[in-house]
């Protein structure tokens, strides 16, 4: 046999080659080859092709007799059973007595009647000792010998015994047969295994059976596969080794079957601000009161939370679930620095060291709140539809960084971002007026009688907590691995990072809004515009040099031009000139040049074209669908009549509409003219309902259809001509009228002078 055959090359594994013994470091089987490493530290990268061919390469006796327990921690005394232990003591005793006369090992200590004339190191040599105890032990009963773990020992087994004392120590003495290798059943035959395995695989897409019906089936397999005469093993047996593959089985049947998949990416050691930003979503539970008819609603937070620092980056409340258009303004609020808001001090303003508060508010336009920015590499969120779409695509591609979803049905794997909403449940939410508790058994006599809080306090509030609290709290299992017992908050450990790895201030234009937003490609028409997703959007000053030209766009989208909508708000898409990258709105063509309609969204743009084409309504231009929109408004209903004939749901959907168009008034840059709102509640304190702004938003829609209709008389009928003077006719047509003077011409003379 050649010695290629037996080569041992796994790590820590001994060689020897030319006579100089390496240790097998690290093996690089994608490679070919293997690093060794010498007892001097010396390392040398060698091929198996060398190792195997090389005629003085052989494996090392120190480490070939040892290969059984390689793959295992090393067994230590503390694994020896009861009575094994006194054994492994008696041993070592006799092993001391052979080195140094002494059974204790210390001459200082010297038991009764030692050292002994044979075992006396002053007299005796290391031989002649061990074979004296060669003798000693054969002279014993050979039943206590045998009982005492000391039978059949010779001159060599003391020697192997030594040299395994003086490398593993006490445990080096105990017999191998003692600490045998575990795992593994014996009694489990080929087919048997066949049948665990079937029926694992089975009972994963089942419902969850008790551990007697999988006995059950893995009888029926073998006796249908194999037949009768197959032995299989107890239940019992069958229990412990379906613990030992498969574990006890006490996690949930659905979450099993997630554990079994794949892992397209390993476990992410996150050691910076911004590497990894955790994102979810939950319902508030705190009942707040919305502006449009003041009724007690439900909110949805969504929470941005920094991983490495735990720092609260971004938030934002929205009245419905989020959109895809929501999950980019908070992504772009976290790459954005918060502004300081009128009512907060000093103590809330920018407070890291080694960057002075004047220098980002300089950068910014603005003074900044003591709260985190930068933009994330690897953001991680839940499997939601608004998680993944093309828009969200987009958005990483601007933003430069990755939507990571975490593993189905494994919400630990954004469990910083999940317990954050208990811990800000505990802290905040629990204190207010209108909590709703966890679930509905928890839930108080009448939450929605107590809520008083606005939608804009409650967000006004949240913010001055994470700001003021959140940021400045201590964490506590949350400590940094490299100081676990310090006393950090998300505020120092964002600072530590500045020595540590610096701090990249990149603040983005207020252009980035419109980047974020959902783009579609095409043609201006000569009359009547641009048409976004049935609507058409037009505005003279804005299209006037490209009204019927081609764009200079070419591959996909040749010759089309971009437009930018936001869904939260259709009454007008964006627009940037070629020429100066400037944005401008482009107002949608059926609303009233003298006001604004109320704000509408996707939802309700859908709902309009719907019922226009099922009533076979083709308009001309879309001025002719504005009565359409105002009936499904509902501003044609009375006043009087509007929050009784209204349902619940209705009153929701035109309060979503509401707070979507204020998010979207709110995230445009301020250079961009934004269609006029009702304006919000004046908060007069804490027990304050919101005053109801359902009749402004009717009153405001009323004069814009007023001033449409004035503006349509005036330019179909024109302003009548007053009739002629009396004898107008006769002095225009009579002969005998002179004519006028005609003044004379300035010809410089004398009179002229002076």
């Known amino acids: 046999m050649t010695a290629a055959a037996v080569l041992d090359l796994s790590p820590g594994a001994g060689l020897v080659l030319d006579g100089t013994e390496w240790t097998v470091e690290r093996r690089e089987p994608y490679l070919g080859r293997v690093q060794l490493v010498k007892d001097d530290g010396t390392r040398e990268r060698m091929t198996f092709r060398f190792l195997a061919n090389h005629p003085q390469c052989r494996p090392s006796s120190r480490t070939s007799s040892a290969g059984a327990d390689r793959g295992r921690q090393r067994k230590a005394s503390e694994d020896l059973k009861a009575g094994r232990l006194e054994l492994t003591e008696l041993r070592m005793a006799h092993l001391l007595e052979v080195a140094t006369g002494f059974r204790s090992g210390d001459p200082f200590r010297p038991g009764p009647g030692e050292p002994r004339a044979e075992y006396d190191p002053a007299t005796t040599t290391l031989t002649e000792r061990r074979h004296a105890k060669v003798a000693e032990l054969a002279a014993l009963d050979p039943q206590h010998a045998r009982l005492l773990g000391l039978g059949s020992v010779g001159y060599r087994t003391l020697i192997r015994w030594e040299n395994a004392r003086r490398r593993f120590g006490l445990v080096g003495c105990a017999d191998d047969r003692w600490l045998r290798r575990s795992g593994g059943t014996r009694t489990v035959s080929g087919e048997v295994r066949e049948a665990v395995l079937a029926v694992r695989e089975e009972t994963k897409r089942m419902a969850k059976v008790s551990m007697r019906t999988k006995d059950r089936m893995i009888r029926q397999y073998v006796r249908e596969e194999f037949g009768p005469e197959t032995k299989v093993p107890s239940y019992d047996t ?263 790895t610096g701090f990249a201030m990149d603040i983005p234009s207020p252009e980035l809004f419109y980047e974020l937003l959902p783009a579609h490609y095409v043609r201006i028409d000569k009359r009547r515009g641009v048409k976004i997703r049935g609507l058409w959007y037009d505005d003279a000053d804005v299209l006037r040099d490209y009204r019927g030209e081609l764009s200079t766009r070419g591959g996909k989208h ?173 002095r225009a047509r009579s002969v005998f009228v002179l004519p006028e003077d005609d003044l004379e011409e300035d010809r410089g003379g004398p009179d002229d002078a002076g």
Request: glycine share 6%.
């Open 238 to 500: 069958l229990r412990r080794l379906w613990q030992e593959w498969f574990g006890p089985g006490g996690a949930r049947q659905r979450y099993a079957r997630s554990a079994d998949l794949p892992e397209s990416q390993g476990h992410v050691l996150v050691h910076r601000p911004g590497q990894v930003v955790a994102l979810d979503t939950t319902v508030l539970p705190v009942m707040v009161r919305e502006h449009v008819f003041g009724d007690p609603v439900k909110m949805h937070l969504t929470l941005a939370l920094d991983v490495c620092t735990h720092s609260l980056v971004a938030f934002r409340l929205t009245l419905v679930s989020d959109t895809s258009v929501d999950v980019a303004m908070v992504l772009r609020d976290v790459t954005m620095p918060l502004p300081m808001r009128a009512d907060w001090g000093e103590d809330l303003e920018w407070p890291y060291p080694g960057l002075p508060a004047a220098v980002v508010a300089e950068f910014a336009g603005h003074a900044v709140a003591g709260l985190p920015f930068f933009t994330p590499e690897t953001v991680t969120t839940d499997h939601g539809s608004v998680y993944r779409n093309h828009h969200l695509v987009e958005v990483e591609r601007v933003l430069g960084c990755q939507v990571l979803p975490a593993r189905v049905l494994r919400p630990t794997d954004k469990a910083a971002v999940e317990r954050a909403f208990g811990v800000i449940r505990q802290l905040l939410f629990e204190h207010l007026v209108g909590y709703t508790g966890v679930d509905v058994a928890d839930r108080g006599a009448d939450p929605a009688a107590d809520a008083v809080l606005t939608a804009d306090q409650l967000e006004h509030l949240i913010a001055t907590w994470i700001v003021g609290v959140w940021q400045k709290r201590k964490l506590g299992e949350y400590a940094p691995a490299w100081d676990p017992d310090g006393s950090h908050s998300p505020n120092s450990l964002f600072a530590a990072s500045f020595a540590q």
């Open 558 to 730: 040749k010759g089309k031009w971009l437009i930018r909508r936001d869904p939260r708000d259709r009454r007008q898409v964006f627009f940037q000139d070629p020429l100066s990258h400037a944005w401008h709105p482009l107002p949608w063509t059926g609303m009233p040049r003298a006001g604004q309609t109320p704000a509408f969204g996707d939802a309700r743009a859908s709902a309009l074209l719907a019922k226009a084409a099922a009533a076979g309504l083709k308009p001309k231009s879309d001025t002719e669908l504005l009565p359409v929109l105002l009936e499904l408004i509902g501003s044609n209903i009375p006043v009087s009549k509007w929050p009784t004939q209204m349902k619940k749901s209705q009153r929701t959907e035109h309060a979503r509409e509401t707070h979507q168009a204020r998010a979207a008034q709110a995230d445009r840059p301020p250079s961009t003219p934004a269609p006029a709102l009702p304006p919000a509640p004046a908060p007069a304190g804490e027990e304050t309902v919101a005053v109801l702004s359902w009749p402004g938003r009717a009153r405001q829609t009323q004069e814009a259809v007023a001033g449409e209709r004035r503006r349509r008389r005036e330019a179909v009928r024109p302003a009548p001509v007053p009739p002629p003077e009396l004898g107008h006719s006769f």
